[in-house]
Antibody, heavy 121, light 105 residues
Framework: QAQLQQSGPGLVKPSQTLSLTCTVSGASITSGDHQWTWLRQPPGKGLEWIGH???????FYKPSPNSRPRISIDTSENQFSLTLTYVTAADTALYYC?????????????WGQGTLVTVSS | EIVLTQSPATLSLSPGERATLSCRAS??????VVWYQQKPGQAPRLLIYDTSKRATGIPARFSGSGSGTDFTLTISRLEPEDFAVYYC????????FGQGTKLEI
C-alpha cells in the first residue's frame, strides 16, 4: 500500500495562493491506473472532493463557479501538488491527498496525514 | 449532483452490540458504494468498496450491503476501537460523500 506524506504551510493570507504537496512512497506515481486526488474537510463538516490528476497528467476538478484549483504531477519526485488561488476564509479546511482506484466504484485506499490550512490575515 | 444521506446522524451503542448504518442516495446512479471510517485527528480509512468488499486488513465484523439507492454498513460486534465517524461515498460526475454517522459509546 502506498504511503502519502503531505507538506505545505498551515496559514495562508486571504487572496493569496495555497500550495500543498503530496509525496508518494511505496508505490510509483506512474504505475497503475490511479487518480491522485485532493480532498478537503472544513472544520466540523464532511469530506469534499476537489479534483485529481492521473499519471498521464489528465486532470479533473469539481465544477465550481470560481474554479481555482490546479493539480500538477512531478513524476521525477513521485509527488503531486495542489494550488488554490485567491483563497478566502471559506477555504479554511483540513486538506487531504489520497490515491484513488477504480473497481466497480472509485475508492480512496491510501491517504495523507492531512494538513490544516487556515486562511487568515 | 447526487446527495447521500446517512442515518442516523449519531448512533449510541455499547461494545459487543451490533451497529447498522444507513446511506441513502438521492438517485440511483450506481450499484456500488464505498465506506470509510474516520477517527479524531486521523485521515479517513477505507473500509468497504464496491458495496460489500472489505479493504485490506479490515476485520470480518465489518460488512456492507445494498443496491440501488439504499446501502448499509453493519458492524456485527462492536469493539472499542470501532467508535468513530463513518462516511459513505458514491460518484456521479465526481465523488460525493455523505455527511457522516458518528458511532459513539
Amino acid at each position: 500500500q502506498a504511503q502519502l506524506q503531505q507538506s505545505g504551510p498551515g496559514l495562508v493570507k486571504p487572496s493569496q495562493t495555497l500550495s500543498l504537496t503530496c509525496t508518494v512512497s511505496g508505490a510509483s506515481i506512474t504505475s497503475g491506473d490511479h487518480q491522485w486526488t485532493w480532498l478537503r474537510q472544513p472544520p466540523g463538516k464532511g469530506l469534499e472532493w476537489i479534483g485529481h490528476i492521473t499519471n498521464s497528467g489528465s486532470t479533473f476538478y469539481k465544477p465550481s463557479p470560481n474554479s481555482r484549483p490546479r493539480i500538477s504531477i512531478d513524476t521525477s519526485e513521485n509527488q503531486f501538488s495542489l494550488t488554490l488561488t485567491y483563497v478566502t476564509a471559506a477555504d479554511t479546511a483540513l486538506y487531504y491527498c489520497a490515491r484513488g482506484r477504480w473497481s466497480g466504484e472509485l475508492s480512496f485506499d491510501s491517504w495523507g496525514q492531512g494538513t490544516l490550512v487556515t486562511v487568515s490575515s | 449532483e447526487i446527495v447521500l444521506t446517512q442515518s442516523p446522524a449519531t448512533l449510541s451503542l455499547s461494545p459487543g452490540e451490533r451497529a447498522t448504518l444507513s446511506c441513502r442516495a438521492s438517485q440511483s446512479v450506481s450499484n456500488y458504494v464505498v465506506w470509510y471510517q474516520q477517527k479524531p485527528g486521523q485521515a479517513p480509512r477505507l473500509l468497504i468498496y464496491d458495496t460489500s468488499k472489505r479493504a485490506t486488513g479490515i476485520p470480518a465484523r465489518f460488512s456492507g450491503s445494498g443496491s440501488g439507492t439504499d446501502f448499509t454498513l453493519t458492524i456485527s460486534r462492536l469493539e472499542p476501537e470501532d467508535f468513530a465517524v463513518y462516511y459513505c461515498q458514491q460518484r456521479t460526475s465526481w465523488p460525493v460523500f455523505g455527511q457522516g454517522t458518528k458511532l459513539e459509546i
